[in-house]
């Protein structure tokens, strides 16, 4: 009964901030946060609110609390509950839709399906080759503005040719390519998958590609951790053992796009740990809110974030 009742709440609040509907959004989120409650055992004190007297209505009087629920985790989601907990329930547990139009997510896609095709092709590709494929897999017409869709599209070009480049310098022996991988650790389910994976003199090296603006330390990715600790348990041979370097590769940084890290057997312990405990918050229904620069860009900031409350 709760299960569709909630996927009720969730339509209807979906619906309401469709339509810019933030009262009724926000009446709709209280209505998720009652029921998150009762899954978890916790008495609710109820008001007269009409959501409130609808939801009572709604809920059946032989109600008995959802058992704990199998938990599926990938980097992403482990870095948004490390972010900010708050985030992390309404974008997968709510599931509010973020905004319709997001120029950087379909940019950064289409970058990364062009590299994957430029390192899945056979012989040599040229600087020629590499922006027909860009042509081939450009979306026209997904970035609401015209001006902004040139912008990116000579920002596309320009990162392309640079890594060209540079790949000519250097060539990878490539492994493979968008790799999915799904792997258990301490009951929770970790799923991904890793843009590039090279042979290298002593192992196996991990490349992740990044269109941010903003640079960040490898050492410090959840992320290439995650690929880490998979590819430590991997079967297959060829892939099996800790990465010798794990690199994210920022397309924009013209002067030194790697940063690159050896992850250590004591580092992974740490990954690990991080991603039980933002598991055990998950199943505790740990949801506070975290304010920090994060939320200039945040789509809940002005929704129904008690952190940004005036």
Not at 17 to 46: C, F, P, R, S
Not at 152 to 175: F, G, I, S, W
Not at 269 to 290: L, N, S, W, Y
């Amino acid at each position: 009964m709760t299960l569709d009742l909630k996927k009720k709440y969730q339509d209807r609040l979906q619906r309401a901030v469709a339509q810019n509907d933030y009262t009724n959004a926000a009446k709709m989120i209280k209505a998720l946060d009652a029921l998150h409650k009762l899954h978890a055992g916790e008495t609710i004190e109820w008001g007269n609110e009409p959501w409130e007297k609808e939801l009572r209505n709604e809920l059946s009087d032989n109600f008995v609390p959802s058992p704990g629920e199998a938990l599926s985790l990938s980097a992403s989601t482990v870095e948004t509950y490390l972010e900010c907990p708050l985030k992390y329930r309404f974008k997968q547990i709510d599931k509010i839709p973020e905004s319709a139009s997001r120029p950087q997510l379909t940019f950064g896609n289409i970058i990364h399906k062009v590299l994957e095709r430029f390192h899945g092709s056979e012989g040599n590709i040229t600087e020629d080759q590499i922006l027909q494929i860009l042509d081939e897999e450009w979306k026209s017409g997904e970035f609401t503005y015209m001006q902004r869709e040139e912008k990116l599209k000579e920002q596309a070009v320009e990162m392309l040719k640079r890594y060209v480049h540079n790949t000519k310098q250097e060539p990878p022996d490539v492994l493979d390519t968008e790799l999915k991988f799904s792997f258990d650790l301490d009951g929770i389910r970790i799923v991904g998958m890793i843009d590039r994976i090279d042979n290298s003199s002593n192992g196996n090296k991990v490349v992740d590609y990044k269109t941010s603006k903003r640079s960040t330390p490898a050492k410090n990715s959840v992320q290439l951790g995650i690929y880490s600790l998979y590819l430590q348990q991997a079967e297959d041979e060829k892939l099996a053992g800790i990465p010798e370097t794990a690199t994210l590769y920022f397309l924009r940084d013209e002067e030194q796009p790697e940063h690159s890290h050896a992850f250590t057997e004591k580092d992974l312990d740490a990954i690990r740990e991080k991603i039980t405990d933002v598991a055990r918050g998950i199943r505790a229904r740990q949801f506070e809110p975290c304010s920090g620069y994060h939320c200039d860009w945040c789509d809940y900031k002005n929704l129904a974030c008690p952190a940004w409350e005036s």
